[in-house]
Structure formats: C-alpha cells, structure tokens
C-alpha cells in the first residue's frame, strides 16, 4: 500500500484537465463508508463532501465510528472527517455541487435536513451542516438527481414536477425559478420525464435522460442546450444513436454524461442489457457537430454490464459501473474477441475510444455511481469495499502520479 499521500489544499471546486492517466494504487487516508451506497462526490476549497445512502462512516484506521445520515465530509489533505459537519438528511442523496462561502448544494429524494425544510434540494453550510438562511427553493413532486452550477446559475434535473418538469434554472443565492430559461424535457420513455445526468462547460448545458423531446424537438435520451445567452435554447444537435430501446425492461437507458475539460466534446455511458446498438456502452460526441443525425466518434461496448458513471479529463475518459469487459463490441454477457477485462473500473482513451492499460480493479457490485476529478486525481464513489485491490469501503480515490 502507498504511504499516507499529503494533499495540498485544493482552491478551485471545478474538475480540472489532466494531461496523464492517475495511478491505479489508491491513497490510504480515505475513510470508509461502512454501509449503503455513495452516490454523490464534491470538493469545496480542501474539503470533500460524500453524498448516498448510508449511516455510518469511519476513518482510515477503521478505529473511529461516526454516525452520518446520508451525508458527510471530511479533509482532502488529511482524511480528516469534519466532526462539526453532520446534517440529518431525511432520504437520499444524489446530487451534490459547491457552493459559495464554505457551502455546498445538496441534491436527492429527502423530505428534509435537520428536521426542517426544503425537500429535494437544500443548502447547507460546510462548517456546522446547518441550511443557508435565505435559499429557498421550490422543488415539488419528485427528486432532484443532478446539479450543476455556472456562476449566479444553478442547474436541477430529475423528475420533479415543479417549479418547472424535470429541468430548472435557480438562482444560486435565493433558489428563485429563472424565468429566462424555459427548455422544456418531454414526452418521457418511462413512467416519468426525468433528467438523470447533467454536465455543464461555457456555453453548452448536456442533458440525458427518459425524454425524447427538448422544447418539442426531437432529442432521443440526450440533448444539448446552448446557455451562452441572456434565453436558453436548444442547441442544433441531434443523435438518434439512442433512440431504440435496449428492451422493455430498459426503455431509457443513458445515465452519465460529462463533457471535456475544454468543452469540445462530450462521453455518455449507458445501462441497457446484451441487445446490439448503444446498450452497455461509452460513446464520444462532437459538442459543434451540427445536423439532424450526429453520430457518435467512437463507441466502445461492455458486451452486457451496465455503465453508470463517466469522468472525462483529457488524458482518459474514465467509466464506471459493474462491467467485466470493455473493447467488447461481441460480447453478449461474455468475452468476445478483443475484449479486455476492466472488472468495475476502466479508462478509454479519449481520441481512439479503445481500453487504456489503466486496470486497478473494483468489486463490482452494483457499481460505481459517482465520480470527481480535481487538480491531485481521481475520486470514486460506490456501494464495495475493494479498491484497486485494497480495502476502500464505498470512497477511495486514485492520485495522480
């Protein structure tokens, strides 16, 4: 195992570009998530915020339980768990993205923090979990499943019904619905309209989720939204690369989206099952390409597992879920030829969309749900507790080297 690795303090909260693939030996000063499912990772200043749905975490020695519910954070540095920081958070946590001030932005399917209002979507501050007097969103009828932030803007998708269905532009200080932005997801694939991953560079908003319309225009799945105005509009990109579905029992099937680091272009991964076409996949996308059939850059398959989330830096583009194989366009719940064994884990390099020998391993279980790349490597977030071959219950993270 590595020694202890010391962090500088981190002062930006956005991933940044990488321009090499982050070791595959896991740092050893993580604490451990000792029950459920992390869904959700940030970075405020130094300090990481895990979002699920758990109860209890400990530190690295193991020798310190704390209870948490749903929510905690702890120092990047030092893997340090902040003992002031521990919200009651009613139900689980999907979405989480800094905030000013030492706060942070929390997503998911609560019906509170502390006992108290607002459902779905909360701001807490980082120094004693207590909710930011004065943001006050309007969140109603379903859960908010991603976030993303630009500035003065706050970004919420999932499948609520208001202040808006499944898509809202907030005010980042107040909570207040924007009115300029009234892209609209529709005609949903499933039960519901939903929004299940957001990613956000300078003028581009990228969506996915059970939609097949954006403002009545035809967006099968995955759509773009040009934000770089005062009015938001639906940008001039379509695929049809998702419109089949996978089988009945998965008639939307996109889940992670994340754009570059110099916004170019975009990776989508996708669940779906052993059916041919954009099932169990990753796929690059051009972000200017223009036109009515945009096809992918590359495509790369499991050959039947399920992908969940995606982490694009510029030196990989890194994948996760509870995959066995990647380079398996032959493969139907087996090894077909050129398949190489990526067990939870994997990266793909960004321009040929093939397998990088990156390879640390991961239980796979039901996957991994979450992702955050910064300035000193590679955070992961699960429901296992095997890490690059070593014990990292639900939370590691892969430094660079």
Known sequence: MLARVALAAFLASAPVAHTRVVAANPVDNTPHVLDGIVNAITVVGRTVVVGGSFSEVSDASRRTVHARANLFAYDLNTGRILPGFAPNVGGTVHALEPGDGGTVYVGGDFWGVNHRAPRALAQLRLTDGATVAGFAPRIGGGMVATLARQGSRLYAGGDFVSPRTALARLDAATGALDPTFTV???????????????????????????????DGKPRPQVGLIDVSGHTAKVAPWRTDAYARKCDEAFPSYVRGIDFSPDGRYFAVVTTGGTKSGMCDTTARFETYAKGSAVKPTWVNHTGGDSL??????????????????????KGRDSAGPGAVARPGIGAIHPRTGKALSWNPGRERGIGVKAFYTHSRGLLVGSDTTRLGREYHARIGMFPLP
């Open 184 to 214: 609209t997801p529709g005609k949903s694939l499933s039960s519901r309209v939903k929004v299940y991953a957001m990613a956000l560079s300078r003028d581009r908003l990228a969506v996915d989720g059970s939609f097949t319309t954006l």
């Open 308 to 329: 969940y989330s995606v982490a694009v830096t510029g030196a990989a583009v890194y994948v996760g879920g509870h995959q066995r194989w990647l380079d398996n366009p």
